[in-house]
């Protein structure tokens, strides 16, 4: 299999560190809110991802974090006076409750900020002793990027910036020492914890670099997130991992492109959000609906509209008819059946091996199963056809087979 891997900026062969296994870490949801369709998206794919490593025979370790403590969460807090625990438990079970129904497997691991903190203030205090981090005159902790020689890297030129940068997050190529963590200066605060360093708030970077070297240790195969994760975020989170490691933390970094709707990225915080239950009250089902995130090239924007979506849909139901007509298939049977199978599933993995090109994939299964529905296959022949249909599912899982 090839991916492209954005540490290197380009498609590379998988090879995992392992003959046998691969550890994958992928930036879970922030959970103040119902995960939208552009989130379900990137999940969706990596979900893809995990099952062809599976259908290829590798055991996945997979971890994801569930982000309970930070600013969204904090201000959703504040405008609903909620207690956090609860708000952050409610939205934590609607994301797997719409990540079940779309087939998502279940990570092995959802390690929560909130359980963490300590450790966290452990990795600042190992990169202050270490030089690579500083505390300035407010008490705040800042990563000095000025000690990372390869910062810049995921973005594909070389960054540095000024110690003025004081805030958590930065627009893209305005780099900075980015902040790890900061005392807290309120009383029951939602967003801090005691630790060894005192009552402190610790930032997104440090989160996920403790939490994925914590569960994975120090050699991972796959870093994921959605194409906003990769700057900053992941540009950083690598920088802290790298350091604490003293080597490459992780061997691939792979993004998934936005889902745009008209025209532009969906987004909680501008209300253009589709969420799973809007699919399903328009008639779609789970099925279809992974079928829409999947229909397009996860390194390619997939601009939703309504049209789209039903196009997709007469697909499914295309594939549906066919798979029908093989459950009810009694023919005189195909000449040359096995040598039609045994291509059809090598042009399967061959579009997978090919960047995960899940749309061709698609295809390729879609096609064979128009074409042996059209093919006057016996009981037999038709019974190896949805075997075949159903193995090509354990990765798509999105055939309409039920």
């Given at each position: 299999?090839?991916?492209?891997?954005?540490?290197?900026?380009?498609?590379?062969?998988?090879?995992?560190?392992?003959?046998?296994?691969?550890?994958?870490?992928?930036c879970?949801?922030?959970?103040?809110?119902?995960?939208?369709?552009?989130?379900?998206?990137?999940?969706?794919?990596?979900?893809?991802?995990?099952?062809?490593?599976?259908?290829q025979?590798?055991?996945?370790?997979?971890?994801?974090?569930?982000?309970?403590?930070?600013?969204?969460?904090?201000?959703?807090?504040?405008?609903?006076?909620?207690?956090?625990?609860?708000?952050?438990k409610?939205?934590?079970?609607?994301?797997?409750?719409?990540a079940?129904?779309?087939?998502?497997?279940?990570?092995?691991?959802?390690?929560?900020?909130s359980?963490?903190?300590?450790?966290?203030?452990?990795?600042?205090?190992?990169?202050?002793?270490?030089?690579?981090?500083?505390?300035?005159?407010?008490?705040?902790?800042?990563?000095?990027?000025?000690?990372?020689?390869?910062?810049?890297?995921?973005?594909?030129?070389?960054?540095?910036?000024?110690?003025?940068?004081?805030?958590?997050?930065?627009?893209?190529?305005?780099?900075?020492?980015?902040?790890?963590?900061?005392?807290?200066?309120?009383k029951?605060?939602?967003?801090?914890?005691?630790?060894?360093?005192?009552?402190?708030?610790p930032?997104?970077?440090?989160?996920?670099?403790?939490?994925?070297t914590?569960?994975?240790?120090?050699?991972?195969?796959?870093?994921?997130?959605?194409?906003?994760?990769?700057?900053?975020?992941?540009?950083?989170?690598?920088?802290?991992?790298?350091?604490?490691?003293?080597?490459?933390?992780?061997?691939?970094?792979?993004?998934?492109?936005?889902?745009?709707?008209?025209?532009?990225?969906?987004?909680?915080?501008?209300?253009?959000?589709?969420?799973?239950?809007?699919?399903?009250?328009?008639?779609?089902?789970?099925?279809?609906?992974?079928?829409?995130?999947?229909?397009?090239?996860?390194?390619?924007?997939?601009?939703?509209?309504?049209?789209y979506?039903?196009s997709?849909?007469?697909?499914?139901?295309?594939?549906?008819?066919?798979?029908?007509?093989?459950?009810?298939?009694?023919?005189?049977?195909?000449?040359?059946?096995?040598?039609?199978?045994?291509?059809?599933?090598?042009?399967?993995?061959?579009?997978?091996?090919?960047?995960?090109?899940?749309?061709?994939?698609?295809?390729?299964?879609e096609?064979?199963?128009?074409?042996?529905?059209?093919?006057?296959?016996?009981?037999?022949?038709?019974?190896?056809?949805?075997?075949?249909?159903?193995?090509?599912?354990?990765?798509?899982?999105?055939?309409?087979?039920?």
């Open positions: 299999m090839r991916i492209y891997n954005s540490l290197g900026h380009e498609v590379q062969e998988f090879k995992p560190r392992s003959r046998k296994a691969v550890k994958m870490y992928t879970g949801p922030t959970v103040y809110a119902r995960p939208h369709i552009g989130n379900m998206r990137t999940y969706v794919f990596e979900d893809a991802l995990k099952r062809y490593l599976i259908y025979g590798y055991r996945v370790q997979h971890v994801m974090n569930i982000t309970d403590i930070d600013e969204t969460v904090a201000k959703e807090v504040k405008k609903t006076h909620s207690m956090r625990a609860a708000l952050t409610k939205y934590e079970r609607l994301f797997r409750q719409d079940s129904s779309l087939g998502i497997i279940p990570a092995g691991k959802y390690p929560h900020v359980d963490y903190v300590e450790r966290m203030a452990g990795t600042v205090s190992a990169l202050m002793k270490s030089g690579a981090a500083y505390k300035d005159e407010k008490c705040r902790v800042f990563f000095d990027i000025s000690k990372f020689s390869s910062y810049g890297k995921l973005v594909g030129r070389k960054l540095s910036g000024s110690r003025k940068v004081m805030r958590e997050e930065y627009k893209p190529f305005q780099a900075g020492d980015f902040l790890l963590l900061s005392k807290c200066r309120e029951n605060c939602e967003k801090c914890f005691e630790t060894r360093l005192g009552m402190c708030r930032a997104w970077n440090v989160q996920c670099a403790t939490m994925a914590s569960e994975l240790g120090n050699n991972i195969d796959i870093s994921m997130g959605g194409q906003d994760n990769l700057f900053n975020h992941h540009e950083n989170t690598r920088a802290i991992a790298d350091t604490l490691c003293g080597h490459e933390f992780s061997k691939y970094y792979v993004h998934v492109r936005h889902l745009l709707i008209g025209g532009k990225k969906m987004s909680k915080s501008k209300g253009n959000v589709v969420l799973l239950p809007d699919l399903l009250a328009k008639g779609f089902t789970a099925r279809e609906t992974r079928f829409i995130l999947l229909s397009v090239h996860y390194r390619r924007r997939l601009d939703f509209t309504w049209d979506a039903r997709v849909k007469m697909r499914a139901l295309g594939i549906r008819k066919a798979i029908n007509a093989l459950k009810a298939a009694q023919g005189e049977g195909r000449e040359g059946f096995a040598a039609f199978a045994s291509d059809a599933r090598a042009d399967f993995e061959s579009a997978l091996d090919d960047n995960m090109d899940i749309p061709s994939a698609l295809s390729v299964a096609k064979f199963a128009r074409e042996c529905a059209d093919a006057g296959l016996s009981r037999k022949q038709a019974r190896e056809a949805l075997e075949l249909l159903k193995k090509f599912d354990t990765v798509l899982f999105c055939l309409p087979l039920q």
